[in-house]
């Protein structure tokens, strides 16, 4: 299996073309034995392969290359997130927002899911993230969650603390 970083690669080296990749999805929409005919319902395939002509193999390999290097840059501002916001607490872990970014929240939350032994889909770990924001406790993928504030001198400052989810009562 190819990634988008690959084939950006192979494009700017002139390894393939986008036409070439063009028609080898064209080809695989056609086959009898594969998938295309559940999943299409029309295919253009003329248009398809007079914009794979259009299309700048270079520019699409430096658009690739940025997306690669804004994730990175992602993942390090969620790593300073961590280490500037979140702390051990107990069996759990407190996190005080400082970025600024909805985008890192969810990251940081949900890697503390992750580290609490669970696993949610980012949608879901936004939503929690809202109900936090409104000052109401949650829990999500066995984690538990809920909103507290510090008070240092005259400042209020906002924590979400998580622990494991306690187990539920069998009646």
């Known amino acids: 299996m190819w990634t988008v970083t690959q084939l950006a690669a192979d494009l700017a080296a002139g390894r393939t073309t986008s036409r070439r990749l063009t028609e080898e ?5 056609a086959d009898p034995e594969g998938e295309g005919a559940r999943a299409f319902i029309k295919v ?31 993942e390090a501002t969620a790593e300073t997130e961590w280490l500037n916001g979140v702390t051990e607490q107990g069996e759990g872990f407190a996190y005080s927002p400082h970025a600024g970014s909805a ?4 990251e940081v939350v949900t890697a503390i899911i992750g580290r609490l032994g669970g696993s949610a889909r980012r949608s879901e770990v936004a939503r929690l993230i ?4 409104a000052g109401r406790a949650g ?5 538990a969650a809920r909103p507290t504030t510090d008070r240092v001198e005259d400042l209020a400052i906002q924590k979400w603390v998580f622990n494991p989810e306690p187990p539920r009562r069998l009646h």
Do not use: M
């Not at 985008?103 to 969810?106: G, Q, W």
């Not at 829990?139 to 984690?143: E, Q, R």
């Open 130 to 133: 809202e109900r936090l924001k």
């Open 25 to 29: 999805a064209l080809a695989k929409i």
């Open 139 to 143: 829990n999500l993928a066995g984690v």
């Open 44 to 74: 253009y395939a003329e248009s398809a392969l007079a914009e794979a002509d259009w299309l700048d193999p270079v520019a699409l390999s430096r658009s690739a290359c940025l997306l690669g290097e804004a994730l990175q840059a992602i």
């Open 103 to 106: 985008y890192i929240e969810i």
